[in-house]
């Protein structure tokens, strides 16, 4: 499966974003989808997840309460969407397809096979 995603750019603090990825070759619906960000300077970290069926979400601390994922599987499209966005938000987001143990969304990247090649968000004051 490849993937493709979008919606970055450049925006305050305080405002909201939406970012989206959209995969092709394969049926999104066949994975548990995941993103990730890495900032400047720092490692690749998880954000969320959501099973293949949108049945479970998973969060990382700094994403709860401000970022929920989405998917619409007859669109082929995940989604982040960013409230109440922070400076330390700024990364290169990136979304992933986790293979197995679809029902079971993962916050390790060991566990997703295909990324795509993300997107940049910056967060201005």
């Known amino acids: 499966v490849q993937l493709q995603a979008s919606g970055g750019g450049l925006v305050q603090a305080g405002a909201s974003l939406r970012l989206s990825c959209t995969a092709s070759g394969r049926t999104l619906s066949n994975y548990a989808m995941g993103w990730f960000r890495r900032a400047p300077g720092k490692e690749r970290e998880f954000v969320a997840s959501?099973?293949?069926?949108?049945?479970?979400?998973y969060y990382e601390n700094f994403a709860k309460g401000r970022f929920t994922i989405s998917r619409d599987n007859a669109m082929n499209t995940v989604y982040l969407h960013m409230d109440s966005l922070k400076l330390e938000d700024t990364a290169v987001y990136y979304c992933?397809?986790?293979?197995?143990?679809?029902?079971?969304?993962?916050?390790?990247?060991?566990?997703?096979?295909?990324w795509g090649q993300g997107t940049l968000v910056t967060v201005s004051s």
């Open positions: 959501i099973a293949r069926n949108g049945g479970s979400t």
């Open positions: 992933a397809a986790q293979s197995w143990g679809t029902d079971h969304p993962s916050g390790s990247q060991l566990m997703y096979d295909f």
